[in-house]
């Protein structure tokens, strides 16, 4: 099965900025409504933005506002761009499709900290 690979994640200040990206090689990422998800240490993992195969999105009340999720289909690429981040964003950030289906990737570890 096909497992994503996210990139992008750093350590950043409260207030900063980051894009994550989202590739999966040998599927076409655009077949399928997308997902960006984070798991905070000692908590389940959560669905933060999601992306219809239109393009529609729909996100967590937490991020609203904050974060925007999108879609390059040429790229075979799905992106987070996270702006003002929040301590309480500090997580592993995943993608998987919507709802998520197969492997999990490695994420990428978004640490905002002063």
């Known amino acids: 099965q096909v497992q994503p690979v996210e990139s992008g994640g750093g350590l950043v200040q409260p207030g900063g900025s980051l894009r994550l990206s989202c590739v999966a090689s040998?599927?076409?990422?655009?077949?399928?409504?997308m997902g960006w998800y984070r798991q905070a240490p000692g908590k389940q993992r959560e669905l933060v933005a999601r992306?219809?195969?239109?393009?529609?999105?729909i996100y967590a009340d937490s991020v609203k506002g904050r974060f925007t999720i999108s879609r390059d289909n040429a790229k075979n690429t799905v992106f987070l761009q996270m702006n003002s981040l929040k301590p309480e964003d500090t997580a592993v950030y995943y993608c998987?499709?919507?709802?998520?289906?197969?492997?999990w990737g490695q994420g990428t570890q978004v640490i905002v900290s002063s």
């Open positions: 040998g599927t076409i990422l655009s077949l399928y409504p």
């Open positions: 998987n499709r919507y709802p998520a289906y197969g492997p």
């Open positions: 992306i219809s195969t239109s393009s529609s999105t």
